[in-house]
């Protein structure tokens, strides 16, 4: 009997530290995922004429409702989208991460925030809006206005991509073979990382 106690004890002890060490590989993964956003952030399109960054906004809204993990992938997201556009110019992506942050703030708490369309839903309306209310604000052309709303599109669908991509860091101990859809969602992800780079 107090063999069989001490068994249970001891496989108990032991699943618990599994646990934590799987909680611990998690923290790590995803604080690792959050610095990524600095390569994230430093992909710009259009460079010359119009900069813009669909990506940021899109790989920064796949935190939302993580918690603090959305707070540290905006600050480095920004880090990096500072050091390639003029400050001017990332005024927009200010606004975008004031209004992601408003929306993690107030709307975590709830399930909204739970799937990735509803997260890619608030990403690309927010996208849209900051540069609509910016180009508003500062009597831009319909050609800034029409990139805020395609800006806004491109934040919509690769929300939908990133966020594919980011699930697979917590099922890829449990699964042996990837869709599709995931490869190619991690493919882009990587090659999003390494363009960062440049």
Known sequence: MEKTISKAKTAVRKSSQKQKISFAKREIVDFVLALGGFFIGRVIIFTDVNPI?????????????KENKYYVAAIFTLFGILTKISPAASLRYLVLMAVLAAV???????????TELS???VCGIAMAFSGLALVFMGGGFVYQALMALLEGVLAFSFSLIISKSIGLTRSISRKTRLSNEE?????LLICAFITGTA
Do not use: M, Q
């Open 119 to 121: 997260r890619a839903v």
């Open 53 to 65: 960054n669909p990506l940021a906004a899109a790989y920064v809204s796949t935190f939302l409702h």
């Open 183 to 187: 490869f190619i969602s991690a493919a």
């Open 104 to 114: 993690n703030l107030f709307f975590s708490k709830g399930g909204i925030l739970r």
